[in-house]
């Protein structure tokens, strides 16, 4: 059987979960749609997702159609959770996007488009609810030349009244797009030789396949009207051939998740290879993985199977495959993941309304952090605060709901805080010696601190040699200044430089790594005292599209938010900014955008990186430890 895996990707309201389960009914998946309302969906099951119309964790289903078996991929569409929508879009064959015939292109559709042509998956355009009244296909169309593409080509000829009928186009003129990017329709045009109709069909399906067209097509799901047209059309455009199921085994795992029977589950993309119940599988950090139980989608259903081809998803309970592992050989990947989960920009604290839910609580974020990769969270070791830290506001809306509904705990939090780094101003070198009041430690350390461009991290050298210091006090060292980095002059983490283990003795035979361990951190605070530093915030680029008329608006409120607009253009009626902005401001000044244009303003953003940040520095407690403290104030009152 032929395996293709779709995504089906909509603005809120537009009936993507719906369509979904049109496909199953039509297909004869299932015997009856599941409701929305009703929550009886096999997609957008939690709360949250029903509430705000928004995906929040991929899901997956399937249904067979002759000799196809198509899987669902349900992606996430929310800004917050772009980057496992960019995962889950990496084993995608095609998509199917989703524009409400009454809306026209959302802000939500821009977003999702942008993301589909960033990885450039081959997608299909439907226009739904075509059933309702007062419905003009016209705007929808040029609502999706003016802001999406004007790539595109209508596929049917609908007549909405007095009943809905639809059959594909058949004038030449229609497919002018199509033979316009080809010189040999192009020529048979002009000299007005036959052109076959399935010439035309065979260009549109090899220019969508590489992204250059994107067909449009009709339907209404809640009537599954023009859902088995658009199945014959993904099963035409988007199947491609996989490799001979006896090749080499090669997969990518694009999701993890926690099942309420306390199972870990991974699910993987099988792209080569046959994959069987009780094989040993080698990972590709050398580590091996019996096969135990293993799932595939089959019919609206998550089923048991002894063998996966190549094409499948499939679900494996095992602890040790993590989110971008990969089975088998990595350089038969087709297409390499390109983008990097970033790092979290905000942080808050959280506490259990019950105090006896806090070990609850604990167990719950260990379980959503390792299906999460933008959660990061730690236990403060003197007040013990639970520490979290995360991407984006929906994102710690949906961890909320996520502990309240399946871990069933409720919790507070307090306002989340941006965070900073810090990076050292100036080159310096500092050394602390043996026996040099009030030095307690019998290690001598001297570090030299050189700041690095910003965006390049942490960089650790040693030219003290082996032979004079060895491993186990070079380790101490070196993990003593990883426990000095955690906290800068202001608290925060200490990045972008290049920290060089220039000189080192010990006094045999007294001395002991724990020594240097110790010594390391305070060595280096004191190189930062005397380099300085600068802090740093998270800063995100943006694109801001918005209607002319709000131009001047858009312009002039930016320095009030911090955003520096860097290039301006038009296309058609709107005016499209684009520029740079700190990251804390950034939910005020799209607030305030879509108050000011009625919701008519579109703001795409992506993660630029850290900045030297603006105004005063920021500071935050530091984490105390007992005797490096003491220690630290004997210095403080010498140095």
């Given amino acids: 059987m032929k395996i293709i895996n779709i995504g089906i990707l909509a603005h809120v309201d537009a009936g993507k979960t719906?369509?979904?389960?049109?496909?199953?009914?039509?297909?004869?998946?299932?015997?009856?749609?599941?409701?929305?309302?009703?929550?009886?969906?096999?997609?957008?099951?939690?709360?949250?997702?029903?509430?705000?119309?928004?995906?929040?964790?991929?899901?997956?289903?399937?249904?067979?159609?002759?000799?196809?078996?198509?899987?669902?991929?349900?992606?996430?569409?929310?800004?917050?959770?772009?980057?496992?929508?960019?995962?889950?879009?990496s084993v995608l064959d095609g998509a199917v996007l989703v524009i409400s015939a009454k809306d026209g292109v959302q802000a939500q559709t821009r977003i999702l488009f942008h993301a589909?042509?960033?990885?450039?998956?081959?997608?299909?355009?439907?226009?739904?609810?075509i059933d309702q009244n007062g419905i003009d296909l016209r705007r929808v169309y040029q609502s999706i030349k003016d802001k999406l593409t004007s790539d595109m080509i209508v596929m049917q000829e609908v007549s909405l009244s007095p009943k809905i009928t639809?059959?594909?186009i058949s004038d030449l003129d229609k497919w002018d797009i199509v033979i316009a990017g080809n010189d040999e329709l192009l020529n048979k045009y002009i000299t007005e030789d036959f052109l076959d109709t399935q010439e035309l069909k065979c260009e549109m399906r090899q220019r969508t396949r590489c992204c250059t067209l994107y067909p449009v097509y009709h339907g209404s799901a809640k009537e599954n009207i023009?859902?088995?047209?658009?199945?014959?059309?993904?099963?035409?455009?988007?199947?491609?051939?996989?490799?001979?199921?006896?090749?080499?085994?090669?997969?990518?795992?694009?999701?993890?998740?926690?099942?309420?029977?306390?199972?870990?589950?991974?699910?993987?993309?099988?792209?080569?290879?046959?994959?069987?119940?009780?094989?040993?599988?080698?990972?590709?950090?050398?580590?091996?993985?019996?096969?135990?139980?293993?799932?595939?989608?089959?019919?609206?259903?998550?089923?048991?199977?002894?063998?996966?081809?190549?094409?499948?998803?499939?679900?494996?309970?095992?602890?040790?495959?993590?989110?971008?592992?990969?089975?088998?050989?990595?350089?038969?990947?087709?297409?390499?993941?390109?983008?990097?989960?970033?790092m979290p920009l905000l942080r808050t604290t959280v506490s259990p309304q019950k105090a006896e839910q806090r070990e609850t609580l604990l167990n719950a974020l260990v379980e959503i952090a390792d299906s999460d990769p933008l959660l990061h969270f730690e236990i403060d070791t003197v007040t013990h605060e639970i520490i979290l830290s995360f991407l984006g506001k929906v994102q710690l809306e949906v961890i909320c709901s996520l502990l309240k509904e399946k871990y069933h705990v409720s919790v507070a939090m307090?306002?989340?805080?941006?965070?900073?780094?810090?990076?050292?101003?100036?080159?310096?070198?500092?050394?602390?010696?043996?026996?040099?009041?009030?030095?307690?430690?019998?290690?001598?350390?001297?570090?030299?601190?050189?700041?690095?461009?910003?965006?390049?991290?942490?960089?650790y050298e040693s030219k003290v040699s082996l032979g004079y210091l060895n491993q186990s006090f070079q380790n101490a060292v070196?993990?003593?200044?990883?426990?000095?980095?955690?906290?800068?002059?202001?608290?925060?983490?200490?990045?972008?430089?290049?920290?060089c283990f220039q000189y080192g003795v010990y006094y045999s035979p007294v001395s002991t790594p724990a020594d240097f361990?110790?010594?390391?951190?305070?060595?280096?605070?004191?190189?930062?005292?005397?380099?300085?530093?600068?802090?740093?915030?998270?800063?995100?680029?943006?694109?801001?599209?918005?209607?002319?008329?709000?131009?001047?608006?858009?312009?002039?409120?930016?320095?009030?938010?911090?955003?520096?607009?860097?290039?301006?253009?038009?296309?058609?009626?709107?005016?499209?900014l684009m520029g740079e902005i700190p990251a804390r401001y950034i939910g005020e000044y799209r607030s305030d955008l879509n108050y000011y244009t009625n919701g008519r303003s579109v703001c795409l953003t992506e993660i630029k990186g850290y900045q030297e940040t603006l105004g005063e520095p920021v500071s935050q407690p530091r984490r105390p430890n007992e005797r490096l403290d003491k220690i630290r104030h004997m210095f403080q009152k010498t140095i």
């Fill in 166 to 168: 639809m059959t594909d």
């Fill in 517 to 576: 361990r110790l010594l390391a951190p305070i060595v280096l605070e004191q190189a930062l005292k005397k380099a300085g530093t600068q802090l740093l915030e998270p800063y995100l680029s943006f694109t801001l599209f918005a209607p002319q008329e709000y131009l001047a608006r858009a312009y002039h409120d930016a320095p009030k938010y911090h955003a520096v607009i860097e290039r301006t253009s038009q296309k058609n009626d709107e005016v499209i």
């Fill in 414 to 459: 307090k306002e989340p805080t941006v965070i900073y780094l810090e990076r050292p101003l100036k080159k310096v070198d500092y050394t602390i010696h043996i026996e040099v009041p009030p030095n307690p430690f019998w290690a001598s350390i001297g570090l030299e601190i050189t700041p690095l461009p910003i965006g390049s991290g942490i960089q």
């Fill in 226 to 342: 023009g859902t088995e047209k658009l199945i014959e059309v993904i099963t035409e455009i988007f199947f491609t051939e996989t490799e001979n199921i006896q090749s080499e085994l090669c997969g990518c795992v694009f999701k993890v998740e926690h099942t309420e029977q306390k199972k870990r589950v991974a699910y993987l993309r099988l792209y080569r290879g046959t994959l069987h119940l009780r094989d040993m599988i080698l990972l590709s950090k050398k580590k091996k993985v019996k096969i135990t139980e293993m799932n595939i989608p089959k019919n609206g259903e998550i089923v048991p199977a002894n063998y996966a081809c190549p094409g499948e998803i499939v679900l494996l309970a095992d602890e040790n495959l993590e989110l971008n592992g990969i089975l088998g050989n990595e350089n038969l990947l087709p297409r390499k993941e390109q983008i990097d989960d970033p």
């Fill in 18 to 89: 719906t369509l979904t389960e049109s496909l199953l009914y039509t297909s004869g998946a299932i015997a009856e749609q599941g409701n929305v309302d009703k929550g009886t969906t096999r997609t957008d099951t939690m709360i949250l997702e029903r509430q705000r119309g928004i995906t929040i964790q991929t899901a997956v289903t399937s249904f067979c159609w002759n000799d196809y078996k198509i899987n669902i991929v349900d992606t996430p569409g929310h800004m917050d959770f772009l980057t496992e929508a960019y995962r889950s879009l």
């Fill in 478 to 499: 070196m993990e003593g200044v990883q426990y000095g980095l955690e906290q800068g002059l202001y608290g925060w983490k200490v990045t972008d430089c290049n920290i």
């Fill in 116 to 129: 589909l042509q960033k990885m450039d998956i081959p997608t299909i355009i439907f226009i739904n609810k």
